[in-house]
Protein backbone atom coordinates (compact mmCIF):
# COMPACT_ATOMS: atom_id res chain seq x y z
CA UNK A 1 0.00 0.00 0.00
CA UNK A 2 1.24 3.58 -1.26
CA UNK A 3 0.22 6.10 1.75
CA UNK A 4 0.81 9.86 1.34
CA UNK A 5 1.03 11.83 4.51
CA UNK A 6 -0.40 15.39 3.64
CA UNK A 7 1.48 17.66 5.96
CA UNK A 8 4.91 16.19 7.83
CA UNK A 9 4.87 17.55 11.50
CA UNK A 10 3.70 15.74 14.73
CA UNK A 11 0.96 14.11 13.97
CA UNK A 12 1.80 12.98 10.19
CA UNK A 13 4.72 12.10 10.93
CA UNK A 14 4.70 10.14 14.02
CA UNK A 15 1.69 8.37 12.02
CA UNK A 16 4.10 7.30 9.00
CA UNK A 17 6.84 6.04 11.49
CA UNK A 18 3.82 3.97 13.42
CA UNK A 19 2.37 2.52 10.42
CA UNK A 20 5.81 1.75 9.33
CA UNK A 21 6.83 0.21 12.28
CA UNK A 22 3.67 -2.11 12.42
CA UNK A 23 3.72 -3.07 8.66
CA UNK A 24 0.39 -0.75 7.56
CA UNK A 25 1.87 0.52 4.12
CA UNK A 26 5.24 -0.28 2.13
CA UNK A 27 5.69 3.28 0.64
CA UNK A 28 5.36 6.78 2.20
CA UNK A 29 5.26 9.56 -0.06
CA UNK A 30 5.28 13.19 1.99
CA UNK A 31 3.81 16.31 0.82
CA UNK A 32 4.27 19.32 2.57
CA UNK A 33 4.98 22.73 2.26
CA UNK A 34 7.99 24.25 4.20
CA UNK A 35 10.83 22.91 2.89
CA UNK A 36 13.08 22.91 5.64
CA UNK A 37 9.92 19.83 6.71
CA UNK A 38 10.23 18.48 3.26
CA UNK A 39 14.16 17.91 4.32
CA UNK A 40 13.07 16.69 7.85
CA UNK A 41 11.22 14.08 6.77
CA UNK A 42 13.57 12.52 4.27
CA UNK A 43 16.51 12.96 6.34
CA UNK A 44 14.44 11.24 9.33
CA UNK A 45 13.08 8.31 7.14
CA UNK A 46 9.27 9.64 8.24
CA UNK A 47 8.86 9.17 4.00
CA UNK A 48 10.56 7.55 1.58
CA UNK A 49 9.95 10.26 -1.64
CA UNK A 50 8.30 13.76 -1.42
CA UNK A 51 6.23 15.03 -4.13
CA UNK A 52 3.86 18.07 -5.17
CA UNK A 53 0.05 17.47 -4.14
CA UNK A 54 -1.22 16.02 -7.31
CA UNK A 55 1.60 13.52 -8.34
CA UNK A 56 1.58 12.27 -4.58
CA UNK A 57 -2.42 11.64 -4.90
CA UNK A 58 -2.30 9.90 -7.48
CA UNK A 59 0.05 7.37 -6.65
CA UNK A 60 -1.65 6.34 -3.49
CA UNK A 61 -4.19 4.01 -2.26
CA UNK A 62 -4.63 6.27 1.13
CA UNK A 63 -4.27 10.40 1.66
CA UNK A 64 -3.69 11.29 5.22
CA UNK A 65 -4.38 14.97 5.99
CA UNK A 66 -2.76 16.34 8.81
CA UNK A 67 -2.24 19.85 8.45
CA UNK A 68 -4.07 22.66 10.15
CA UNK A 69 -7.93 22.38 10.51
CA UNK A 70 -8.84 25.85 8.69
CA UNK A 71 -6.77 24.86 4.87
CA UNK A 72 -7.82 20.97 5.52
CA UNK A 73 -11.73 21.27 3.92
CA UNK A 74 -10.24 22.56 1.03
CA UNK A 75 -7.19 19.97 0.65
CA UNK A 76 -9.68 17.62 1.42
CA UNK A 77 -11.92 18.81 -1.96
CA UNK A 78 -8.68 19.17 -3.83
CA UNK A 79 -7.78 15.25 -3.01
CA UNK A 80 -11.30 14.25 -3.97
CA UNK A 81 -11.54 15.99 -7.06
CA UNK A 82 -8.21 14.64 -8.25
CA UNK A 83 -9.57 11.06 -7.38
CA UNK A 84 -12.71 11.46 -9.47
CA UNK A 85 -10.75 13.21 -12.38
CA UNK A 86 -8.58 9.56 -12.37
CA UNK A 87 -11.01 7.59 -11.52
CA UNK A 88 -9.22 6.28 -8.55
CA UNK A 89 -12.50 4.83 -7.31
CA UNK A 90 -10.37 2.48 -4.25
CA UNK A 91 -8.13 5.55 -2.86
CA UNK A 92 -9.01 6.22 0.55
CA UNK A 93 -8.81 10.33 1.96
CA UNK A 94 -8.76 10.69 6.21
CA UNK A 95 -8.29 13.60 7.88
CA UNK A 96 -6.46 14.04 11.49
CA UNK A 97 -8.34 17.28 12.49
CA UNK A 98 -9.12 18.11 15.90
CA UNK A 99 -12.47 19.84 15.09
CA UNK A 100 -15.03 17.87 12.28
CA UNK A 101 -18.38 19.29 11.54
CA UNK A 102 -16.80 22.42 9.45
CA UNK A 103 -14.57 19.96 7.42
CA UNK A 104 -17.42 17.44 6.62
CA UNK A 105 -19.45 20.17 5.64
CA UNK A 106 -16.98 21.25 2.94
CA UNK A 107 -16.88 17.92 1.22
CA UNK A 108 -20.70 16.67 2.23
CA UNK A 109 -22.17 17.39 -1.67
CA UNK A 110 -18.52 15.57 -2.97
CA UNK A 111 -19.68 13.15 -5.85
CA UNK A 112 -16.66 11.11 -4.34
CA UNK A 113 -17.40 11.78 -0.35
CA UNK A 114 -18.05 8.05 0.55
CA UNK A 115 -14.03 7.64 -0.26
CA UNK A 116 -13.32 10.07 2.71
CA UNK A 117 -13.28 9.15 6.52
CA UNK A 118 -13.44 11.91 8.90
CA UNK A 119 -11.12 10.47 11.75
CA UNK A 120 -9.98 12.76 14.78
CA UNK A 121 -6.93 10.95 16.60
CA UNK A 122 -6.60 12.22 20.12
CA UNK A 123 -2.98 12.10 20.77
CA UNK A 124 0.12 14.44 20.58
CA UNK A 125 2.82 16.56 22.20
CA UNK A 126 3.49 20.52 22.68
CA UNK A 127 5.86 20.15 20.17
CA UNK A 128 5.47 20.40 15.87
CA UNK A 129 7.66 19.67 13.36
CA UNK A 130 8.84 16.38 11.59
CA UNK A 131 11.43 16.17 14.49
CA UNK A 132 8.57 15.94 16.99
CA UNK A 133 7.53 12.40 15.67
CA UNK A 134 7.74 9.54 17.52
CA UNK A 135 6.82 5.78 16.68
CA UNK A 136 4.66 5.38 20.10
CA UNK A 137 2.37 8.51 19.97
CA UNK A 138 -1.23 6.93 19.40
CA UNK A 139 -0.35 3.46 20.92
CA UNK A 140 -3.20 2.89 24.00
CA UNK A 141 -4.94 6.00 22.52
CA UNK A 142 -8.40 7.09 21.60
CA UNK A 143 -9.42 7.62 18.41
CA UNK A 144 -12.77 9.60 17.22
CA UNK A 145 -14.77 8.36 13.41
CA UNK A 146 -17.21 10.81 12.74
CA UNK A 147 -20.31 10.44 10.36
CA UNK A 148 -18.72 7.27 9.68
CA UNK A 149 -22.74 6.48 7.30
CA UNK A 150 -21.29 8.68 4.79
CA UNK A 151 -18.03 6.98 4.38
CA UNK A 152 -18.02 3.79 2.19
CA UNK A 153 -17.95 0.11 3.98
CA UNK A 154 -13.90 -0.40 2.29
CA UNK A 155 -12.64 3.17 3.41
CA UNK A 156 -14.06 2.84 6.69
CA UNK A 157 -12.60 -0.77 7.45
CA UNK A 158 -9.49 0.40 5.99
CA UNK A 159 -9.12 3.57 7.70
CA UNK A 160 -10.18 1.51 10.93
CA UNK A 161 -7.76 -1.30 10.32
CA UNK A 162 -5.20 1.35 9.73
CA UNK A 163 -5.76 2.73 13.13
CA UNK A 164 -6.15 -0.92 15.03
CA UNK A 165 -2.77 -1.91 13.53
CA UNK A 166 -1.48 0.71 15.62
CA UNK A 167 -3.03 0.14 18.97
CA UNK A 168 -5.25 2.40 18.93
CA UNK A 169 -9.21 2.54 20.51
CA UNK A 170 -12.03 3.68 18.29
CA UNK A 171 -15.46 5.23 18.90
CA UNK A 172 -17.87 7.08 16.38
CA UNK A 173 -20.23 9.74 16.79
CA UNK A 174 -21.44 12.72 14.46
CA UNK A 175 -19.53 15.39 13.50
CA UNK A 176 -21.59 17.81 15.57
CA UNK A 177 -21.48 15.99 18.57
CA UNK A 178 -17.86 15.27 18.43
CA UNK A 179 -16.97 19.33 18.50
CA UNK A 180 -19.23 19.96 21.10
CA UNK A 181 -17.54 17.40 23.28
CA UNK A 182 -14.42 18.19 22.72
CA UNK A 183 -14.16 22.04 23.12
CA UNK A 184 -14.42 20.90 26.88
CA UNK A 185 -12.27 18.01 27.42
CA UNK A 186 -9.55 19.13 24.75
CA UNK A 187 -9.99 22.75 23.43
CA UNK A 188 -10.46 24.84 26.82
CA UNK A 189 -7.93 22.70 28.52
CA UNK A 190 -5.31 24.70 25.65
CA UNK A 191 -7.21 27.57 26.22
CA UNK A 192 -6.96 27.63 30.32
CA UNK A 193 -2.96 26.91 29.76
CA UNK A 194 -2.63 29.52 27.22
CA UNK A 195 -4.07 31.99 29.87
CA UNK A 196 -2.14 30.72 32.88
CA UNK A 197 0.86 31.21 30.57
CA UNK A 198 0.36 34.22 29.62
CA UNK A 199 -0.73 35.53 33.46
CA UNK A 200 2.64 34.37 34.77
CA UNK A 201 4.83 35.92 32.45
CA UNK A 202 3.01 38.92 32.80
CA UNK A 203 3.02 39.19 36.30
CA UNK A 204 6.14 36.94 37.32
CA UNK A 205 8.99 38.94 35.62
CA UNK A 206 11.86 37.20 37.50
CA UNK A 207 12.51 33.84 35.47
CA UNK A 208 14.72 32.64 37.72
CA UNK A 209 12.08 32.56 39.81
CA UNK A 210 9.78 30.82 38.33
CA UNK A 211 12.08 27.96 37.13
CA UNK A 212 12.83 27.66 40.68
CA UNK A 213 9.76 27.70 42.13
CA UNK A 214 7.32 25.92 39.99
CA UNK A 215 6.57 22.54 40.55
CA UNK A 216 5.22 19.27 38.61
CA UNK A 217 1.57 20.77 38.89
CA UNK A 218 2.33 24.39 37.77
CA UNK A 219 4.76 22.42 35.03
CA UNK A 220 2.22 19.65 33.94
CA UNK A 221 -0.97 22.80 33.76
CA UNK A 222 1.08 24.82 31.66
CA UNK A 223 2.59 22.33 28.91
CA UNK A 224 -0.39 22.74 26.13
CA UNK A 225 1.42 26.67 27.13
CA UNK A 226 3.72 25.67 24.71
CA UNK A 227 1.48 24.25 21.52
CA UNK A 228 2.05 25.83 18.01
CA UNK A 229 -0.28 28.75 17.64
CA UNK A 230 -0.35 28.04 13.81
CA UNK A 231 -2.01 24.52 15.03
CA UNK A 232 -4.33 26.20 17.93
CA UNK A 233 -5.43 29.38 16.22
CA UNK A 234 -7.51 27.73 13.90
CA UNK A 235 -8.82 25.10 15.96
CA UNK A 236 -10.14 27.98 18.12
CA UNK A 237 -11.89 29.89 15.59
CA UNK A 238 -13.50 26.84 13.66
CA UNK A 239 -14.91 25.71 17.05
CA UNK A 240 -15.42 28.84 18.38
CA UNK A 241 -19.48 28.27 18.97
CA UNK A 242 -18.62 25.47 21.20
CA UNK A 243 -15.16 26.89 22.99
CA UNK A 244 -17.75 29.96 23.85
CA UNK A 245 -20.08 27.47 25.78
CA UNK A 246 -17.39 25.57 27.58
CA UNK A 247 -15.68 28.56 28.12
CA UNK A 248 -18.46 30.47 29.59
CA UNK A 249 -19.15 27.76 31.84
CA UNK A 250 -15.42 27.55 33.28
CA UNK A 251 -15.29 30.90 33.67
CA UNK A 252 -18.64 30.75 36.14
CA UNK A 253 -16.94 28.01 38.35
CA UNK A 254 -13.66 30.23 38.22
CA UNK A 255 -16.19 33.55 39.59
CA UNK A 256 -17.41 30.95 42.59
CA UNK A 257 -13.76 30.01 43.50
CA UNK A 258 -13.09 33.98 43.12
CA UNK A 259 -15.91 34.48 45.24
CA UNK A 260 -15.32 32.35 47.52
CA UNK A 261 -11.81 33.29 48.47
CA UNK A 262 -13.11 37.21 48.93
CA UNK A 263 -15.32 35.71 51.61
CA UNK A 264 -12.12 33.44 52.91
CA UNK A 265 -15.18 30.89 52.91
CA UNK A 266 -12.90 27.60 53.51
CA UNK A 267 -16.15 25.32 53.52
CA UNK A 268 -17.17 26.55 50.33
CA UNK A 269 -14.04 25.94 49.16
CA UNK A 270 -14.06 22.21 49.89
CA UNK A 271 -17.20 21.80 48.65
CA UNK A 272 -16.24 23.26 45.49
CA UNK A 273 -13.00 20.91 45.22
CA UNK A 274 -14.67 17.32 46.27
CA UNK A 275 -17.32 18.58 43.63
CA UNK A 276 -14.01 18.52 41.41
CA UNK A 277 -12.69 15.32 42.87
CA UNK A 278 -15.94 13.81 41.34
CA UNK A 279 -13.81 13.33 38.03
CA UNK A 280 -11.82 10.72 39.65
CA UNK A 281 -14.49 7.97 38.74
CA UNK A 282 -13.65 8.90 35.15
CA UNK A 283 -10.43 9.52 34.77
Known amino acids: MTITVVGIGLIGGSLALSLRKNGFGTNFIGVDNDEIHRSDAMWLGLVDEVLPFEDAVCKSDMVIISIPVNVIGKTLIQ ?35 SQYVASHPIAGTEFSGPKAAVDNLFEGKKTIICDRERSSAYALNTVCQMYQSIGMDISYMSSDIHDRHIAFVSHISHISSFALGTTVLNIEKDEKSIFTMAGSGFSSTVRLAKSSPETWAPIFVQNADSILFALNNYIRQLEKFKLSLEKRDSEELKKLMKNANEIKRII
Not at 87 to 93: D, F, L, P
Not at 94 to 111: A, Q, R
Open 79 to 113: ALDILDCHGNGKTVVVDMGSTKKGICSESENHPRR
